[in-house]
């Protein structure tokens, strides 16, 4: 199993997890917001210079979101 696929697994997992505390997406909110905190701390302590990075994931993510808001598919 590649890497990849492994990461998959543990995203599908935590999906199920946050999903079952609240079956209400609202809910899901914080716990999305805390792990964007969490994969932004982490980048800065492996190489303060993935900040220029991140900030240009996070465009990418906001694009993702109005594009499947947009259309209804990511």
């Known amino acids: 199993m590649s890497?990849?696929?492994e990461l998959r697994?543990?995203?599908?997992?935590?999906a199920h997890e946050?999903?079952?505390v609240d079956?209400?997406?609202r809910t899901w909110l914080t716990s999305?917001?805390?792990l964007l905190e969490r994969l932004e701390q982490k980048e800065i302590s492996v190489n303060p210079a993935y900040r220029?990075?991140?900030k240009e994931m996070l465009l990418a993510l906001?694009?993702?979101?109005r594009n499947r808001l947009?259309?209804?598919g990511w």
Request: hydrophobic share 35%; aromatic share 8%.
């Open 23 to 25: 079956g209400n997406p």
């Open 3 to 5: 890497e990849l696929e």
């Open 9 to 14: 697994g543990v995203l599908d997992q935590t």
């Open 70 to 72: 947009n259309t209804g």
């Open 62 to 65: 906001r694009d993702a979101i």
């Open 32 to 34: 999305l917001i805390y």
């Open 52 to 54: 220029d990075a991140y």
């Open 18 to 20: 946050i999903a079952g």
